[in-house]
């Protein structure tokens, strides 16, 4: 599997708990550089898909790679190669803006030098200078998830996950998010990002949908559109999600 030009590649991964099967034999692709939506309703089984990508739960059965490193063998090797941003604030709330930046630059293994620069140039960045010794637990949202982001790819990481990165921000704060991505991924960081959000899937080179544990569906959005005799992916996706029944007049 370990082919030149993926980020991801993953072959029937499986995870069951028990009798419940939340990820189901779900076999796609990632292009290195490319910004890969992955889809679907709350209970999809999104966020289980990506704690194994990421090595921090085992798969069942299945197989795959992340920046060419096997998912059960090579969990460490992965950690250092991604970033991630969960879908719950991931910044520690009762610490500095500033302090957030040095606790994950030096968990990333930036040098204090590193860490330094860093610093400046993302406060500049994202026009957070006069807040560098303010809370993080003080700060708008919107500010906190452009934050949390460019943490994320503090350390230039091959990968960026990205759950449900823009969950209650305003449409505004929504489209300056996705900016930063668009700059990640002209720079040759593959974004792997979830979302509930249908009209986001416009932003993506491909999206794959998830419904009950399986992809359902997975093409460039123009493509699942035309699939789907769809003028949205809304559309595409309530297709997916709620199929009539036969016999149904």
């Known amino acids: 599997m370990n082919e030149p030009g993926y980020a991801i590649r993953a072959e029937q991964l499986t995870k069951r708990f028990g009798d419940f099967i939340a990820v189901n034999e779900i076999t796609f692709d990632v292009k290195q550089g490319e910004i890969y939506g992955f889809l679907g309703a709350n209970g999809a089984g999104k966020t289980t898909a990506i704690r194994?990508?990421?090595?921090?739960?085992?798969?069942?059965?299945?197989?795959?790679?992340?920046?060419?490193?096997?998912?059960?063998?090579?969990?460490?090797?992965?950690?250092?190669?991604?970033?991630?941003?969960?879908?719950?604030?991931?910044?520690?709330?009762?610490?500095?803006?500033?302090?957030?930046?040095?606790?994950?630059?030096?968990?990333?293994?930036?040098?204090?030098?590193?860490?330094?620069?860093?610093?400046?140039?993302?406060?500049?960045?994202?026009?957070?200078?006069?807040?560098?010794?303010?809370?993080?637990?003080?700060?708008p949202l919107g500010w906190k998830q452009k934050l949390a982001f460019s943490i994320a790819v503090i350390h230039d990481p091959k990968i960026v996950f990205l759950d449900e990165p823009t969950g209650g921000v305003d449409p505004i704060t929504r489209r300056q998010f996705w900016n930063l991505i668009y700059e990640a991924s002209s720079k040759g960081v593959t974004v792997f990002v979830t979302t509930h959000y249908m009209d986001e899937s416009e932003y993506c080179?491909?999206?794959?949908?998830?419904?009950?544990?399986?992809?359902?569906?997975?093409?460039?959005?123009?493509?699942?559109?035309?699939?789907?005799?769809?003028?949205?992916?809304?559309?595409?996706?309530?297709?997916?999600?709620?199929?009539?029944?036969?016999?149904?007049?």
């Open 52 to 139: 194994m990508l990421i090595g921090l739960l085992s798969p069942s059965s299945g197989i795959a790679t992340v920046a060419g490193f096997d998912v059960y063998k090579e969990t460490e090797n992965i950690k250092r190669n991604i970033g991630y941003m969960s879908q719950r604030f991931s910044l520690y709330e009762d610490l500095t803006v500033k302090e957030n930046i040095r606790f994950y630059g030096g968990v990333y293994g930036l040098s204090s030098s590193e860490i330094r620069d860093k610093t400046d140039f993302l406060l500049k960045k994202l026009e957070l200078e006069h807040a560098r010794n303010m809370l993080i637990s003080s700060l």
């Open 205 to 249: 080179d491909r999206v794959s949908i998830m419904v009950d544990g399986r992809i359902a569906a997975l093409d460039t959005p123009r493509g699942l559109k035309r699939i789907f005799h769809a003028s949205s992916m809304d559309e595409v996706f309530l297709k997916l999600a709620r199929p009539e029944k036969v016999g149904d007049i």
